[in-house]
């Protein structure tokens, strides 16, 4: 997940071709292991899909499951030891090897489709019962594979299917930590010479890029509020192309809002809120993402900070988004913060 937005940079491509390029490199990411072992190896990830498929097992003698982006097997060989019968999708290079792991654990019960989902062919009148998928990203949206998931869901999920997970949020929290300004105040002397003039180079490079990193749950300054709410059975692609939410912060007496963090948190239908990536929760590797203001905003002797947030899909990069922030500080000029998630 992590090398994916690198090696988007070496895109060098027509304009009508971005997308097919885009989706080539993004794959390609996935056909690199130590992404999946980075993953099966977050245990709070792992544990929330095991507990979601142990809470249905004994519900899925007579399911069909299909488990859209499959990757090395871990849900499909979870899933084929309950259900009936497991489709697996994966249209990476690793299929090759997904097919050798689903055969040395569960013969028998595991197809694996080497395609796209989205170019996912099931046999006549053959529809899933459950639909389970491990799509998230970074700021949960970044990647944009939901989009793949839901044209499954869409040609192939059974009246009353089950999605898991069922539902997804997405929450903002105002911060206060010294991570931006210690990596802009290191440029001011480097091993006795001054390098400050690369100051406003660092300000520029870690402002506008999200940064995913773990925060301290002590840094929050306020309530954390919720951007976007997704119910998987209904959601829609075009749903994910904007949308946005309030802004109102309240600054207390001498803080600094120095950013926005961003976690998201997933329901597995009544196995309940299984997965949260929040700060006050033990780490996940989407750890969180941080969007750092340019400049701080001074909290004063306390005000109350308005505005708006949106979140939008980028124009150039398919699988990225566009996030600004538009701040009405009382008082003083209103400005605007915006981070490109790419
Ligand atoms: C986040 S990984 C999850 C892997 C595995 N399910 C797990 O939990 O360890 C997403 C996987 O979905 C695959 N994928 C992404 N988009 C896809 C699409 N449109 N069709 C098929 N596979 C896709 C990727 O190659 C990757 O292996």
Redesign the pocket.
Known sequence: ?ASFSKLLEQRTVPKDKEKDKDDQV??DS?ADLGI?EE??KDTM?VAA?KAAIDHYASEWQDAMVV??????G??SVLCARSARRVVA????R?AHFLRQVVDTNVPGTVAVHE????ELELDDGEKADVII????GYCLLFEN?LP?VLSVRDRYLKEGGQMLPSKCRLLMAPLQDSWREEKINFWRSVSGIDMSSLMPLARATFCSAPQHRIVDPKALLGDAFEVLCMDMHTVQSADLERFEADLRVTLPPGSRLDGIVTWFECEFGDAGWQLSTSPSKPATHWKQTVFYFRQAVEGGGGILLTGKTVVERHDEFSRGYRVTFDLKIPGRTSRMEAFELR
């Open positions: 997940m993004y794959l996935y999946h993953m099966l990830r899909y488990d859209v982006g499959a990757g090395t871990l849900l999708i994966e249209a990476s690793l395609c796209l989902a989205e998928s491990e799509w998230m594979m793949s």
